[in-house]
């Protein structure tokens, strides 16, 4: 069997994710986020950015693409670039601190999990997991936009949503983490 290039299109597209992260801040930050071009050009980057998301994952698995840097390199840029949105939306005033930081901590301490069971196995993405993702890029996309005040209940109803998947899915998280360290110990004590 071959081994699969490092470079190859899902790379690519993860890639480019990280390279618009910068891009999509400067649209986002110029003229202090309040041009309607300048913000409608930040929430296009933005959902571009997040379409390949999607498309590098199932490029990847559709044509035998997957890559160590790959598996490393996705997460991140997803990672950053919702982090970038948040952190951007919360100093320009117009989404709360504390939103901001529940994602954040969610993301930072599943991340932690991840790496504190890697030695007894890989919890699988969920159900819940892709739906807190999707509710968040769809939620945050709502609140980059441009759009007149009367959607801003929407705005709210989808961040809201988006904030209890964040929360129910990282602790549905911390669950599974700890059944799979349990488990792990108890066939490494059977073992010896």
């Known amino acids: 069997m071959s081994q ?4 190859n ?8 994710r990280l390279v618009l992260v910068p891009v999509f801040l400067i649209a986002l930050f110029t003229e202090g986020g309040q041009s309607f071009g300048w913000r409608l050009a930040a929430t296009v980057i933005f959902a571009v950015a997040s379409l390949t ?3 590098d994952g199932w490029l990847a698995r559709k044509h035998g693409l997957v890559t160590d840097f790959g598996k490393v390199a996705d997460p991140i840029a997803d990672k950053a670039l919702t982090g970038a949105a948040l952190f951007g939306l ?8 504390w939103v901001t930081i529940v994602i954040a901590a969610r993301e930072i301490g599943v991340t932690l999990l991840r790496f504190w069971v890697i030695r007894y196995g ?4 969920s159900p819940g997991g892709k739906a807190k993702t999707l509710t968040q890029i769809i939620a945050i996309g709502f609140f980059l936009a441009p ?3 009367f959607f801003d209940v929407v705005n709210w109803i989808l961040m809201g949503l988006a904030v209890a998947l964040t929360v129910v899915t990282g602790l549905d998280y911390v669950f599974r ?3 799979l360290r349990a488990k792990g110990i ?6 010896s």
């Open 186 to 191: 108890r066939a490494r004590r059977a073992a």
């Open 53 to 55: 998301d999607q498309l």
């Open 122 to 125: 890989v919890i699988p993405a």
């Open 4 to 7: 699969v290039p490092l470079l």
């Open 177 to 179: 983490a700890f059944r």
């Open 9 to 16: 299109v899902a790379n690519i597209l993860t890639v480019s």
């Open 147 to 149: 759009l007149p005040a």
């Open 90 to 97: 919360s100093i320009l005033g117009e989404l709360p601190w």
